[in-house]
């Protein structure tokens, strides 16, 4: 290859690495990362810490007292505050007056909140609510020296209705399918009699169920019975014979202010059945109606508390409802004849409701079945 054809093709070498060279694209500067300040506060934590409950019996966290709507809702709330007021007084502790919307409402709260609940329940009520959750009984009530109650069967006085065999295929009203003396006993003694009357509930009282019988929207009526009270030398009440005697029916009357419902020719006979609940709506209740029979015996309604409620606590709401059943205060509250009628309270022991639990047995009762 003779020189100058070299020095050509070297010529052409070095411009075409020039030319590619300028085309190639240009590399990317890259900086350097910023150096990681250190951060100024603490990182947050990933979850929120725990907040402490409020004291049980706090005002932030009430005790719930809880009653069964077996007579006036009203009238219970402010015999309820009455007693909620005493025993704040007594103990520093806070409460809650609470009417649920039935007697399965209520043993459905006690069980749900287990730790800050109280209740006013009735013996069939606690015999299910301490089989279903341990609810605990504390108090049993006494009325005028009875540590026991009856359920009554209400019939128009004028009817012919003689025995409960008569009152098959009637309509039968009733307050609330988880009253003990105003349905649950009832039933059973239905059952025995191989009758079977027409349901008709009638508003979740007993003032209710003795009203409808009075304005004539049932034929027959259960309610709870308390022995009237009678003079010195007077006519006693007695199981055959629990109505008032026949020769006073006509002269029973409220009294002047419509505070009480009494009978005989010197007003001395004082009625404390359901149907005294009624005297303002229907003054002439005794006129119009008449007591069939009554139950056995039941055991009284109940003050229970919830299965774990604290220790310390209940003993001190024991030792402060003694105290208050002892002054005229308890006359406005659970004394109130127009409320639960407690004249007293007496110790309770669990057992002693077991003849109850013998009868959910024997028909199946369940909480979920009450009224079916």
């Not at 019939?155 to 003689?162: E, F, G, K, L, N």
């Not at 409701?353 to 979920?368: C, F, K, N, P």
Request: glycine residues 8%; proline residues 8%.
């Amino acid at each position: 290859m003779n020189k100058r054809y070299l020095f050509v093709l070297l010529t052409l070498i070095v411009t075409s690495a020039m030319i590619l060279s300028a085309c190639a694209p240009a590399a990317t500067a890259t900086e350097a990362p910023a150096p990681t300040e250190a951060p100024t506060e603490a990182p947050a934590p990933t979850t929120a810490p725990t907040e402490e409950m409020p004291a049980i019996g706090s005002p932030e966290h009430p005790i719930k007292v809880l009653f069964v709507p077996s007579v006036d809702a009203q009238i219970i709330v402010t015999g309820g505050e009455v007693m909620a007021a005493a025993l704040n007084e007594a103990t520093g502790l806070t409460f809650e007056v609470v009417v649920p919307t039935s007697y399965a409402a209520t043993i459905e709260e006690m069980c749900a909140s287990p730790s800050d609940t109280m209740g006013f329940i009735p013996g069939l009520g606690y015999a299910l609510a301490s089989q279903l959750c341990g609810v605990d009984v504390a108090f049993k009530a006494v009325r005028f020296g009875h540590s026991v109650y009856w359920a009554q069967i209400l019939v128009p006085r004028d009817s012919d209705i003689a025995s409960i065999e008569d009152l098959d295929g009637l309509k039968w009203g009733y307050g609330d399918p988880g009253s003990t003396s105003g349905y649950m006993v009832p039933l059973i003694m239905f059952q025995e009699a191989g009758i079977s009357p027409e349901l008709v509930e009638t508003g979740g009282s007993h003032n209710g169920a003795a009203l409808a019988l009075y304005n004539g929207t049932v034929d027959f009526a259960t309610t709870f019975y308390s022995p009237y009270l009678h003079p010195e030398g007077g006519i006693e009440w007695s199981r055959e014979n629990p109505d008032i005697p026949a020769e006073f029916v006509d002269s029973c009357a409220p009294n002047a202010d419509g505070s009480r419902l009494f009978c005989g020719p010197n007003a001395d006979y004082r009625v404390l059945d359901a149907r005294a609940g009624v005297r303002t709506e229907a003054p002439d209740i005794i006129q119009a109606t008449r007591i069939l029979t009554i139950s056995g015996d039941i055991p009284n309604d109940t003050l229970s508390f919830g299965p774990e409620f604290p220790a310390d606590l209940r003993a001190q709401i024991e030792e402060a409802l003694i105290a208050f059943s002892q002054t005229e205060a308890w006359n406005e509250s659970l004394g109130n004849q127009d409320f639960y009628g407690w004249t007293g309270i007496d110790s309770a022991t669990d057992s002693e409701y077991d003849v109850i639990r013998q009868m959910v047995e024997a028909v199946g009762l369940t909480l979920e079945g009450l009224g079916q």
